[in-house]
């Protein structure tokens, strides 16, 4: 079956009314969980094949993730589905109102390579939820997990219900060429603006889920040694290839020398004197990522790391110091695992720093002093983010996750998913018992009324 034909069964499928029944997709859903437990093994082996992702945060960051949104969203699709009931408007009096969710359609779901399961199936279990039915295009860098992602789908769902469409570039263009119902994208800023076009043509609306250049503050309060901890950590988790990870470190002068020397002790206690040694340390995804991100060492003070090895993709953890901002490290999102430290002064110096770059997916701050938390959260705006760690908000599915401005559009995780993928009705519900006279022509004498009335609703 070629592309349009596809669309076309998956649009009767929608029509046929199946996917409306909130009984039907709980069990689907539910089946899903099961063959997701069942080939727990697989899908660990498959983003090892990849690109080296060690187990355990194949675990922690993609398999842990789509289950416990798997089994929030099993355990809420009933109430999440009802329709609410709103205060009615005295203008519409007597009446009651509600808003009802229904699915938009059918869905186009385009996931990259850097959580490649993680980041299919989150969105994926939100849309089936909501009752759409769905194509998903998992990115062809991970192709071993983007065969696994279809192997599952196939096992589980009718091919006019959800189904993937593996390829690259062209296929994703053939996809974005089709009419859709919803968008849902993540990826990178450019490839982001070819979908918001192509999205665009038909009017379909998107989420975009973007990158950007995510800045992390250590101001001269805070817990040194805790933050070069906690920033090694989500710095360098998955090679450093995280949308969310901390892109540059903006650090108090006074402090600079002791979180070098902290982050250089942790960085050792997490992937050894040899981090190429290390069976928890991922290699880049491929050879133009590698060359890219080799570039960026050229002519830069390293402070630590800085080794590569272009036969295997590896690139160690690795600080820069002080970059001037047109340096490669500094044009746009490293996606890597090389770190730039810059220093301030004053709190003015952030500003001069961070405004040259459009309002990133995240920010983290560390500090002990709760007002000056506040006042970067209010100053700046961003995604999301975290005080005194890095990227453990993505963690919480009670919590909005997107960007804003360049770094995306719209947000989801949890109850948010199945709202991205619902469309809200609002209807009014009129009384017959009663029909005030007040809007009906003739309007001669009464305006006043109205005026009157206006002021209650
Ligand atoms: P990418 O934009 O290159 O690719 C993403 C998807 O788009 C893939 O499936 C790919 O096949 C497709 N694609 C690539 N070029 C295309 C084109 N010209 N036309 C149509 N489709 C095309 O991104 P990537 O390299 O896979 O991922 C890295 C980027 O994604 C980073 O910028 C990162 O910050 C961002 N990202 C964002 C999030 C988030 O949740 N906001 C999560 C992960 C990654």
Known sequence: MNIPQLI???????????????????????????????REREI??????????????????????????????????HSWSKPKRVLPSILNFPSSAKIYKEPYGTVLIIAPWNYPYQLAFSPLIGAIAAGNTIIVKPSELTPNTSKITKEIIENVFDINHVTVVE???????????????YIFFTGSVPVGKIVAKAAAEHLTPVTLELGG????????????????????WGKFINGGQTCIAPDYLLIHKTVKDSFVRYFKEEISKAYGDNPSESLDYPRIVNARNFDRLAKMLTNEKVLIGGETNKDSNYISPTLLDEPSLDSECMKGEIFGPIFPVISYEN???IEKITSNYDKPLALYVFTNRNSFAKKIIKRYSFGGG??????VHFANNRLPFGGVGESGIGGY?????????????????????????????????????????????
């Open 8 to 38: 076309q069964h998956q649009r009767k499928f929608f029509t046929s009314q199946q996917t409306k029944d909130v009984a039907f997709r709980k069990n689907i859903l539910k089946r899903l969980l099961k063959e997701l437990i069942k």
């Open 44 to 77: 660990i082996k498959a983003l090892y094949n990849d690109f080296k992702k060690p187990e355990y945060e194949a675990v922690m960051t993609e398999i842990s993730i789509v289950i416990s949104e798997l089994r929030m969203t099993i355990k809420n699709i």
């Open 167 to 181: 390829g690259g570039v062209p296929v994703a263009q053939e996809l974005l060429a089709q009419r859709w119902d």
């Open 213 to 232: 250049k995510s800045p992390c503050i250590v101001d001269d309060t805070a817990n040194i040694k805790l933050a070069a901890k906690r920033i090694v």
């Open 347 to 349: 709190e003015n110096d």
């Open 386 to 391: 975290t005080v005194n760690d890095t990227t």
């Open 413 to 457: 995780h949890g109850k948010q998913t199945f709202d991205t993928f619902s469309h809200k009705k609002g209807i009014v519900t009129r009384g017959t018992w009663l029909d005030i006279p007040t809007r009906y022509a003739p309007y001669k004498g009464k305006l006043k009324q109205l005026k009157a009335l206006m002021k209650l609703g």
